[in-house]
């Protein structure tokens, strides 16, 4: 069952390029959705989210869009840097529905940014 | 910055035994959570808990699995009779509510079944 998708296992990128991870979902009751940056052997740390109500959400060099009607979501990285190579974790919640607000993870998408 | 702990970082266990996996959330925090990761696989959720009971399961949350908040700040996840297909990485989490509602989670704790 897999409501959210990472369909890219694999990015790379040059440093300074942009950075574009897609993430697709299929839960149209999923109202919040979450990035997150992960190292080997560490945890999720969080990177950037955005509440169904918005198509955009910015913080400094990220950005993530959010398509509702495609059920799409992106994460940019402007500019790349090598120090941003790690798994990236697309997660959608039905935050809001009052659910518990668990976090269902797509497959991780890894970024390599070459110097 | 507010973070959450685990411990142990890493345990190997034999099958059959059991084992408890300790978090420390984040002090403001209401919501709790376990989620796991096999190696090479995507992170699962395994169990909510707020006010001090069980709010969600997952499937993998059977029986042998429990969670526990003995006191104001620890929160445990016990596996009684391990296995070894529970060869995993072990991740908490913990969120507030109203102001942000983002889960942050530890390090995690390497649970290796032999």
């Known amino acids: 069952d897999q409501q959210v998708k990472q369909n890219s296992p694999s990015l790379s990128v040059q440093e300074g390029r942009i950075s574009i991870l897609n993430c697709d979902y299929t839960?149209?009751?999923?109202?919040?959705f979450l990035w997150y940056k992960k190292y080997p052997a560490e945890g999720p740390t969080f990177l950037i989210s955005?509440?169904?109500?918005?198509d955009k959400n910015e913080d400094g060099r990220f950005t993530v869009f959010l398509n509702k009607s495609a059920k799409h979501l992106s994460l940019h990285i402007v500019p790349s840097q090598p120090g941003d190579s790690a798994v990236y974790f697309c997660?959608?919640?039905?935050?809001?529905?009052?659910?518990?607000?668990?976090?269902?993870f797509g497959q991780g998408t890894t970024l390599q940014v070459k110097p | 910055e507010p973070e959450v702990t685990q411990t142990p970082s890493h345990q190997v266990t034999q099958m059959g035994q059991e084992v408890i996996l300790r978090c420390v959330p984040i002090?403001?925090?209401?919501?709790f959570y376990w989620y796991r990761q096999i190696l090479g696989q995507k992170v699962e959720f395994l169990v909510s808990?707020?006010?001090?009971?069980?709010?969600?399961k997952s499937e993998i949350f059977d029986d042998q699995f429990s969670v526990e908040r003995p006191d104001g700040s620890n929160f445990t996840l016990k596996i009684r009779s391990t296995k070894l297909e529970d060869s995993a990485m072990y991740f908490c989490?913990?969120?507030?509510?109203?102001?942000?509602?983002?889960?942050?989670f530890g390090e995690g704790s390497w649970l290796t079944v032999v």
């Open positions: 997660a959608a919640s039905a935050l809001f529905r009052g659910n518990t607000g668990k976090l269902i």
């Open positions: 955005i509440s169904s109500i918005k």
């Open positions: 839960n149209s009751m999923f109202d919040y």
């Open positions: 989490a913990s969120r507030s509510i109203g102001t942000g509602n983002t889960i942050y």
């Open positions: 002090s403001n925090h209401l919501y």
């Open positions: 808990f707020y006010n001090n009971e069980i709010s969600e």
